[in-house]
């Protein structure tokens, strides 16, 4: 399964930015896909996650009231609506997969990572 995040960009603090991921195809070992970024630090950031087959959701606080993931099945896409940016949401945005609804949100645990997608956040 490949995976491709697009529509990252320049946005001005208090913006909006919607990124999509699209799957070359759906299987069960992606059946859940998490949004993840990396800012200037060296490690991925846990942001949301949506699982094809049931619907959950979840966030990491800093998104939570700000960022919406969905998805479009017909299309195999996956959607990360962020609203109100702060300029510490800058970061390198990637989707990943992984098989289950369980335990950590932790990068180790998801694969078929795909080439990230800028959002730059400017005051």
């Known amino acids: 399964v490949q995976l491709q995040a697009s529509g990252g960009g320049l946005v001005q603090t208090g913006g909006s930015l919607k990124l999509a991921c699209t799957a070359s195809?759906?299987?069960?070992?992606?059946?859940?896909i998490g949004w993840f970024r990396r800012g200037p630090g060296p490690e991925r950031e846990f942001v949301a996650a949506?699982?094809?087959?049931?619907?959950?959701?979840d966030y990491a606080d800093s998104a939570k009231g700000r960022f919406t993931i969905s998805n479009d099945n017909a299309k195999n896409t996956v959607y990360l609506q962020m609203n109100s940016l702060k300029s510490e949401d800058t970061a390198v945005y990637y989707c990943?997969?992984?098989?289950?609804?369980?335990?950590?949100?932790?990068?180790?645990?998801?694969?078929?990572w795909g080439q990230g997608t800028l959002v730059t956040v400017s005051s």
């Open positions: 195809e759906r299987t069960a070992s992606t059946d859940v």
């Open positions: 990943a997969g992984r098989r289950l609804w369980a335990g950590s949100w932790h990068p180790s645990v998801f694969h078929s």
């Open positions: 949506i699982s094809w087959n049931t619907g959950n959701t």
